[in-house]
């Protein structure tokens, strides 16, 4: 007998494990472990989504004729820790041999390195077969340091996969739309209703609780996130034939009303492999090749992008940069996280809206954990331990491997640069211009200094000012230090001071 492991986040159906032959020869093996829920406190829906989804999948798989055995949280013999429950079935089983799939995170990347000697049997991995690039490509990719852009990586696996390509050029003679996707939302075009999905996870929360389990966040019997291979592709279809069309023009929208907006909410599936990144972007291209007359190249281009680009891309500087990264700390921050991220109270209105949508549906879109969350985690100096905790924690879909370099690197600078080229923080003129939140705001979006002036105001030139040192040689950042230079000693004194009066009490 060989043990073939599966993790919470493999649960991919297509992968070549079963299609090989003499199938007899092979026992699945899901379980659920402390080991892996404790890592940190997680959201609630977090974790009843990842297990109704591995339930699923073991189902499924028996349903099929594989074997397939499930360990659940609550049960006695469940040792809490993937070594020590394999140390048990490989004797129970008398099995031969371990087969896995490589992990995504590193952490558990190491720890699988040492199955064989603690199981005393032969271990063997496997690649995972989800990503555009294998691990070994990655690898290699990340060795040249013209592929750490990402504009140049995104173009290579354009090039390479042939997408949104004609005869090796760029469909519509251009690389990027981003200029074109920057629209506000005001209500026009009507959002259609999400897709909801609503499975009933009671069954899992009851585990969980026996189980003593400690979680964060809204609490709900049921997920309306996708948990199989056919909700994911429901939810795929139903994103390219009533979201894609208006998806590029408004993906760095905010709305009071509305959380997702035109977002596909498919990363929990992406990330869990009910669906591959090839099938979505596939997925899209057709559509937008057979829909040209409702779809525009923008719109297209502005989702693939997202996928072939960012998520590959995150992924290429996590395994390459992985040391430098889970540690740095450019700014020498040490707050902690401002306590509206744990209460979702706030005279903020926007930090509150995004900090309460997270909790309550463990979702939040890009520019909501980018540009709000995250630049007022670091415009109020958060150590960025303690950002990367939440954001792993809060929400579906969070992994260390895309977690961590677009908290710690894209939205935290933490790494100084490696994975973008500038800080991506803002004035309330950012967050104004692209949602509605200011409008029944208690501060005033205008002014610096007074005391109701906007904090991401105050905070904003003073984060300018402190890290001047830092920062002013960043060609990205000439034009904000020639407006800081602007302002007359009086003007600067008066922003110091509202900032460190904000930092010090920290009552937001
Ligand atoms: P859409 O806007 O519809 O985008 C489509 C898909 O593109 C997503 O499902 C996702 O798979 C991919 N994608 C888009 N942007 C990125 C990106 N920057 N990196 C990787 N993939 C991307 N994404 C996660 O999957 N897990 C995380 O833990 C995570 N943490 C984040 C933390 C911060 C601070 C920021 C700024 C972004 C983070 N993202 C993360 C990226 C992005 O915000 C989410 O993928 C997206 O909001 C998920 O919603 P959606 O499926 O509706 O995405
Ligand atoms: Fe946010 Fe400032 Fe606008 Fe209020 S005024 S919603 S705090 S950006």
Redesign the pocket.
Known sequence: MVIRLILGDQLNSNHSWFTAPNQEHYLYVLMEVKQETDVIQQHFKKITTFFAAMRSFHKNLQAQGYTSFYLKINEATNKQSFAENLKLLVSEYHATEVQYQFPDDYRLYLEFKKLSEILGVKVTPYESEHFFCSLKELVELGKSQTNFLMENFYRFLRRKFGVLMVQNKPLAGKWNFDADNRKRWNGDPKIPKALCFANDVSEVVSDLNEAGIQTFGAQSLASDFPINREQALQQLQY?VEN?LPN?GSF?DAMHTDET?L??????????AKLVA?HE?VHSVEDYFYHHSDKISISQAEG?IR??L???E???MVYWNRYDEIKTGNFFNHTQPLPAVFWTGKSAMNCVSHCATDSLKNA?????????V??NFALLTETHPDE?DAW??GV?A????W??????RC???FADGGILGTKP?VSTANYIDKMSNYCTNCNYDKKTKYNSDSCPFNSLYWYFLHKNRAKLQSNIRMKMMYALVDKFSPMELERIIERAEYLLLNRNF
């Open positions: 994103f979201l998806f993906q997702l035109f977002h596909s909410n498919l990363s929990f599936a992406l990330n990144p979505v989702f997202q996928i680009g960012w998520r891309y995150v992924r979702y939040a879109h890009h520019i909501q954990r980018l540009m969350l995250g950002t954001y792993l929400y879909d969070a992994l260390e895309v977690q961590l370099p677009n908290t894209m939205s935290q991506y």
